[in-house]
């Protein structure tokens, strides 16, 4: 219990390592058992340490995927809030310095609460979270309806996919599908033998994209990574890759993308939004924005 309090006072006390807004990112995939809870835990991890208070988000609460890697309990989440069950430094919990978990849901529920009252006071106490850096949300698979609720609202999209056939013509679908709200879609290929297999691979959906998708739509590539069974095994072993097994290739690959994204935070290079922020994502997300 200590800990737990003294992890939260860390989180609404000072302030982050750039002082900015919170920059809402959402890791999404067409297809499911692409990596996005691995690379989602990874890369929040990379960026805690790196000095950045990240929380990370599970919206794939079927799965109970993020709180099984980090090896915590969650008992609440955020559904439980909306509910006026809870509020935010209940169910918030930490993982590392720097580093917290929020438990979420997988939207269905969540959207079902579009009362302006329920959104408003909700909004309040996400206040609570206006000192992360970043808001790292692992999403569920595919093109749903509250998915779409969760990439709309998100500051940044990253679609992850990796080089089976299927799941490029999954990732591809969830470009299209995405491109109708947003110009912007940021892409990961995940388990490549080599990070030229993967470029090949995301220059191949660019090119179709650009082709047959809404004019102006931009996809950048954030990185690749390889493959190792280290990574399968560390899942079943509760061990982040990031943290213990630093020197293996898919981590170093990790590191790289991470840096990547810390870095467009602090240079501002991230396209700044008119109204960004928790408060504005959490509207956006329960439809009062
Ligand atoms: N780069 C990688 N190399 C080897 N295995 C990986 C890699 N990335 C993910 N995996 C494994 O693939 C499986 C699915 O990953 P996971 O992150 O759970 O996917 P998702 O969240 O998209 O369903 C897990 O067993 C994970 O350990
Ligand atoms: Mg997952």
Known sequence: MSTQASGLEALMSSHGRSRGVTRVVAITSGKGGVGKSTLSANI????????????????????????VMFNVRADKNILH??????????????????????????????????DATIVSRFVDEAQTLDSLDFLIIDTGAGIGDTIQMFLRAAD??????????????????????????RKDIKMIVNQVKSPKEGQKIFDTINKVAMGNIAEG???????????????????????????????I???????????????????KMLEARKESGIGTFFKKLLGQF
């Open 44 to 67: 929040s991890y990379v960026l805690a340490k790196k000095g950045f208070k990240v929380g990370i988000m599970d919206a794939d609460i079927g799965l109970a995927n993020l709180d």
């Open 81 to 114: 809030v909306l509910k006026g069950e809870a509020d935010f430094s209940e169910i918030v919990v930490p993982i590392e310095p720097n580093l917290w978990l929020i438990p979420g849901e997988s939207g269905d529920e969540i959207l079902k609460f579009s």
């Open 156 to 181: 940044d999209v990253v679609v992850v996919t990796v080089p089976d056939p299927a799941a490029i013509t999954d990732a591809y679908a969830m470009v299209k599908v995405v491109g109708r709200v």
């Open 217 to 247: 739509l931009s996809l950048e590539l954030l990185g690749t990574v390889r493959t190792d069974s280290h990574v399968s095994r560390s899942v079943k072993q509760r061990v982040l890759v990031c943290k213990e097994l630093s020197n």
């Open 249 to 267: 290739a898919p981590a170093g690959d990790i590191e790289e993308i991470a840096k990547i994204i810390g870095n467009k935070k602090e240079h």
